[in-house]
């Protein structure tokens, strides 16, 4: 699984320690917030965890990376287009991607149908 934005750990290490067989990598933009998650993950005996100070446009241009994770989830990240168009190169085939938001605005859902309908991720 892989954790987009994941900040302070949510959902990532929750999602975790809910099942310890999961393998789980943690993403954020920012230095020390990356630092927290990586002492979190050894502070709880996370194994098969990591954590990474990277920007997901970024890791998706690495190729070991290319539709390797599952499940890629992120919380209030960006708008679903952007999200979707990232995880799209990451994502596994018949892999499934959680977008946790709250309340979606119309114009956000219809540009990601239109993206979708034009076949540009797939």
Do not use: Y
Not at 1 to 30: E, N, Y
Not at 51 to 79: G, K, M, N, P, Y
């Amino acid at each position: 699984m892989l954790d987009i934005g994941s900040g302070a750990g949510f959902p990532g290490i929750p999602l975790k320690i809910f099942k310890p067989s999961l393998s789980v990598l943690l993403i954020d933009g920012t230095r020390k917030k990356v630092h927290f998650l990586k002492h979190m993950i050894r502070s709880l005996g996370l194994d098969q965890s990591g954590a990474r100070h990277i920007r997901a446009e970024d890791l998706a241009h690495h190729a070991e990376f290319a539709h390797t994770f599952d499940v890629i989830i992120s919380r209030a990240l960006s708008d679903l287009t952007f999200f979707v168009e990232v995880a799209t190169s990451l994502l596994a085939r018949q892999g499934t991607i959680l977008a946790m938001k709250g309340e979606v605005a119309q114009n956000e859902l219809r540009a990601l149908g239109a993206t979708m309908a034009n076949d540009q991720f797939i």
